[in-house]
């Protein structure tokens, strides 16, 4: 950037320094490049039309009308223009999700559909222009060339393994595009391409048709493959799917469009594979919901602790009052708790520190309570009493007993404090509860 600002400056300052002569003739000479790129490109674009057109007219002849892309196009457009007047930002995930994007412990645990509906999810405007530019542009000579069938049923199979994938890698993100599915295309096309030069005709794509689809197809392909590591693995197993299906379906595409036959054989067994890595993949735990009601019931029973205190220093409650209120109260509402995180299964391992940091508030927590309690009994004062069959108690002896008891009672509940802190620590690492 810095050398072409400096060169700008330098061709400006040699300009002005020139006579009116000089400058007068070098704007024609300017002009005249310009007129002779603007003939170039002209004369190319002749050229590659007259090349093309016995190919796109044996393309027209094998299938008259594409139907699928425009229908593709159409439904991303519009369910994003829906988007666009429905509740919610564009760009946040819970907005996506309830729109019909990918999400692993929703589309895992029944809603399988997303890994469908997720194509047609478009998370911003560029992303959807850059997937339209590319699906329309490759669409349009795909569909005539393999037919309406073959066509939706590898843009689907693509989609789906990708979104599967995505699941498989990443199964707390948000998946949503129609990349996965239109590098899925490609593949297809390059394996159509492939068959074309071997068994050569009319619809073999010619190197001119490639070079027009060149442009559209590198920006298409770098915004993709560097948009995220998430995308970059879902886009490239679209491909590969592609070019699988595309070896297996178009063969003797030169000749005929591939049979239904072949083509319903083929998706039979992608679906298999496919319901077959589902079936791996079912049941993935969210935690957060439950990280949450832990975090709730961490200020609930402190809450209700304060407030038996508050009792207690009024006279309204014992200290043995208190600490029965610990065992039979708060304890058994973290112990029930600590069991319904325990039994959650399929526990992503993005969310593994999470689980680590309740179980530690758990174990601190539950210590903490007991020492507490244990604490809150022995500071109830003792009282001499006279026993027939011992000697009496003297008030020396009962004033020992008594600061003794009094002073295990404060380490007790010192001890019991310095657990909580750590426990509230252990659950401060746990962070702000963010249920889907």
């Given at each position: 950037?810095?050398?072409?600002?400096?060169?700008?400056?330098?061709?400006?300052?040699?300009?002005?320094?020139?006579?009116?002569?000089?400058?007068?003739?070098?704007?024609?000479?300017?002009?005249?490049?310009?007129?002779?790129?603007?003939a170039?490109?002209?004369?190319?674009?002749?050229?590659?039309?007259?090349?093309?057109?016995?190919?796109?007219?044996?393309?027209?002849?094998?299938t008259?009308?594409?139907?699928?892309t425009p229908?593709?196009?159409?439904?991303?457009?519009?369910?994003?223009?829906?988007?666009?007047?429905?509740?919610?930002?564009?760009?946040?995930?819970?907005?996506l999700?309830?729109?019909?994007?990918?999400?692993?412990?929703?589309?895992?645990?029944?809603?399988?559909?997303?890994?469908?509906?997720?194509?047609?999810?478009?998370?911003?405007?560029?992303?959807?222009?850059?997937?339209v530019?590319?699906?329309?542009?490759?669409?349009?000579?795909?569909?005539?060339?393999?037919?309406?069938?073959?066509?939706?049923?590898?843009?689907?199979?693509?989609?789906?393994?990708?979104?599967?994938?995505?699941?498989?890698?990443?199964?707390?993100?948000?998946?949503?595009?129609?990349?996965?599915?239109?590098?899925?295309?490609?593949?297809?096309?390059?394996?159509?391409?492939?068959?074309?030069?071997?068994?050569?005709?009319s619809?073999?794509?010619?190197?001119?048709?490639?070079?027009s689809?060149?442009?559209?197809?590198?920006?298409?392909?770098?915004?993709?493959?560097?948009?995220?590591?998430?995308?970059?693995?879902?886009e490239?197993?679209?491909?590969?799917?592609?070019?699988?299906?595309?070896?297996?379906v178009?063969?003797?595409?030169?000749?005929?469009k591939?049979?239904?036959?072949?083509?319903?054989?083929?998706?039979?067994?992608?679906?298999?594979?496919?319901?077959?890595?589902?079936f791996?993949?079912?049941?993935?735990?969210?935690?957060?919901?439950e990280?949450?009601?832990?975090?709730?019931?961490?200020?609930r029973?402190?809450?209700a602790?304060?407030?038996?205190?508050e009792?207690f220093?009024?006279?309204?409650?014992?200290?043995?009052?208190?600490?029965?209120?610990?065992?039979?109260?708060?304890?058994?509402?973290?112990?029930?708790?600590?069991?319904?995180?325990?039994?959650?299964?399929?526990?992503?391992?993005?969310?593994?520190?999470?689980?680590?940091?309740?179980?530690?508030?758990f174990?601190?927590r539950?210590?903490?309570?007991?020492?507490?309690?244990?604490?809150?009994?022995?500071?109830?004062?003792?009282?001499?009493?006279?026993?027939?069959?011992?000697?009496?108690?003297?008030?020396?002896?009962?004033r020992?007993?008594?600061?003794?008891?009094?002073?295990?009672?404060?380490?007790?509940?010192?001890?019991?404090?310095?657990?909580?802190?750590?426990?509230?620590?252990?659950?401060?690492?746990?962070?702000?509860?963010?249920?889907?």
């Amino acid at each position: 950037m810095l050398l072409i600002l400096f060169v700008s400056v330098v061709l400006g300052f040699a300009f002005f320094r020139m006579t009116p002569e000089e400058r007068a003739r070098v704007l024609q000479a300017v002009i005249g490049a310009i007129r002779q790129l603007q003939a170039a490109a002209t004369t190319a674009a002749t050229r590659s039309r007259s090349a093309c057109e016995p190919f796109r007219d044996a393309l027209r002849a094998r299938t008259p009308w594409a139907v699928v892309t425009p229908a593709l196009v159409a439904l991303n457009a519009m369910l994003f223009v829906a988007m666009l007047f429905g509740a919610g930002a564009l760009g946040d995930p819970a907005t996506l999700v309830g729109w019909g994007a990918s999400f692993g412990p929703r589309t895992t645990n029944g809603e399988w559909w997303r890994l469908v509906t997720s194509m047609f999810v478009q998370p911003g405007l560029l992303h959807l222009l850059v997937n339209v530019a590319g699906l329309v542009q490759i669409g349009l000579i795909l569909e005539r060339l393999v037919g309406r069938f073959t066509f939706a049923v590898v843009y689907l199979t693509a989609g789906v393994f990708a979104s599967l994938v995505s699941l498989s890698i990443f199964p707390m993100a948000v998946s949503a595009g129609a990349s996965g599915a239109i590098f899925g295309l490609y593949g297809l096309l390059l394996a159509s391409s492939v068959w074309g030069l071997i068994h050569r005709s009319s619809v073999t794509i010619p190197l001119a048709a490639v070079k027009s689809l060149a442009p559209a197809a590198v920006v298409f392909i770098l915004y993709n493959l560097t948009d995220d590591a998430i995308g970059s693995a879902a886009e490239l197993t679209g491909l590969v799917a592609g070019i699988v299906c595309g070896l297996v379906v178009a063969r003797g595409v030169s000749v005929s469009k591939p049979s239904a036959r072949r083509v319903g054989a083929t998706m039979a067994a992608a679906a298999a594979i496919a319901v077959a890595f589902a079936f791996v993949m079912r049941g993935v735990t969210d935690v957060r919901p439950e990280i949450g009601r832990v975090v709730a019931l961490e200020d609930r029973t402190a809450a209700a602790y304060r407030a038996a205190v508050e009792r207690f220093r009024n006279g309204r409650i014992t200290a043995a009052g208190l600490a029965e209120m610990i065992d039979h109260t708060i304890v058994p509402e973290l112990h029930a708790a600590d069991s319904r995180l325990k039994a959650l299964d399929r526990v992503p391992h993005e969310q593994q520190p999470l689980v680590a940091a309740a179980e530690d508030y758990f174990r601190l927590r539950f210590e903490s309570w007991r020492l507490r309690a244990e604490g809150l009994r022995r500071t109830d004062p003792l009282t001499p009493r006279a026993d027939p069959k011992r000697e009496p108690v003297s008030s020396e002896s009962w004033r020992l007993r008594a600061e003794a008891q009094h002073r295990a009672s404060m380490l007790t509940l010192g001890k019991a404090e310095g657990i909580e802190r750590e426990s509230l620590e252990a659950l401060h690492r746990i962070g702000p509860a963010d249920p889907k």
